[in-house]
């Protein structure tokens, strides 16, 4: 069954700092990837999703994600965060058609002035 | 159009009580997730309901704990006998064909049930 590990539960950078949060993955086959956004009192948003093709995806809100099969990682990358970039990330892992979508546990986002 | 809602949005119970939580999910959406997140936790998967397939149980954490679905619209989630440790937030999710064949599919959520057993 496919499982997704997030190893940091809290990440605190400075704004206008790069940001790297780290998302791993377990499954035999291809998987497909997503990072979702969760701001404080708000519903989980999507920022991107990787199916296949380029490796490097790109998403909303100046987000990005690179897909390293030989790593089995999906890391989530901004280069410059903004206070508002401040929430919970959640990484998530499916596989075929039809099959459950697994969360990872989060990782919560502070930005220090 | 309309996104997926949830009602009701806040829930106070006192232990013991029975609660239903409803999600209404989007038109067209053929799949649909109900998640627990306890305080300053992930999300916890809980049911999964896909078409016409037997739904997917196995993150239920107790007997007390069910779920409904009519056809492809609103499902109820039913806690039974509630407990002061099924204080959480309740989160639906519905999810369509994505564009990639075989591709699992992206979920759109539910603002929550926010639960709190006294």
């Known amino acids: 069954a496919q499982s997704v590990t997030q190893p940091d539960i809290h990440i605190t950078v400075s704004e206008g700092a790069s940001l790297e949060l780290r998302c791993n993955y377990s499954?035999?086959?291809?998987?497909?990837l997503f990072w979702y956004v969760q701001s404080p009192g708000q519903g989980l948003q999507l920022l991107l999703k990787y199916f296949s093709g380029d490796t490097l995806v790109q998403g909303i809100k100046g987000f990005e994600a690179e897909f390293k099969r030989s790593q089995s990682s999906f890391n989530l990358r901004k280069p410059s965060v903004h206070w508002s970039d401040a929430a919970e990330y959640f990484c998530a892992v499916g596989a075929r058609r039809d099959d459950k979508i697994i969360f990872g546990k989060g990782t919560r986002l502070h930005i220090l002035p | 159009g309309a996104g997926v809602s949830q009602s009701p949005s806040n829930k106070v119970t006192e232990k013991g009580k029975d609660v239903e939580l409803r999600c209404d999910p989007i038109s067209g959406h053929t799949a649909l997730y109900w998640y627990r997140q306890r305080l300053g936790q992930g999300l916890e998967f809980l049911i999964y309901f896909q078409g016409n397939s037997a739904p997917d149980k196995s993150g239920l954490p107790s007997d007390r704990f069910s779920a409904e679905r009519t056809g492809e619209s609103v499902s109820t989630l039913t806690i039974q006998r509630t407990q002061q440790e099924d204080s959480a937030v309740y989160l639906c999710a519905s999810s369509s064909p994505g564009q990639a064949l075989m591709a699992p599919y992206e979920q759109y959520f539910g603002p929550g049930t926010r639960l709190t057993v006294t």
């Open positions: 499954y035999g086959a291809t998987p497909y």
